[in-house]
């Protein structure tokens, strides 16, 4: 399965409370685009539907649709300063663009 790292899993509790979502699981889709990227959503979700893998992490309840677990397995979900602002990352070798960072 994919990877919340402790950063993110902190801004994820952060983000229910002030969304009022809190004990609700968090849902992660990810879908292919025609030119080969990924696009990722994220939301809080209280409905579980057939085929859904649902896992803990880090403080983190993760709903995932079975198209998407595919296509997350052994991906990272990080919470980065990128050049000055505070975003979620995925890291996902699954991605033909992906490019691992550098040091």
Sequence with gaps: MMIIT?????QIQVSALHSQAQGLPLRIAAERQTDGHFHYQMGF????????????QEGVSVII????????KGAWLDFIDL???MEFVFMNPNDPHYRPPQA
């Design 65 to 72: 649709d079975a198209a998407s677990a595919a296509l997350l």
């Design 6 to 10: 402790p950063e993110a899993a902190t």
């Design 45 to 56: 979700d209280d409905a579980q539907q057939v085929g859904d893998v649902l896992f803990e």
């Design 83 to 85: 050049e000055g602002r």
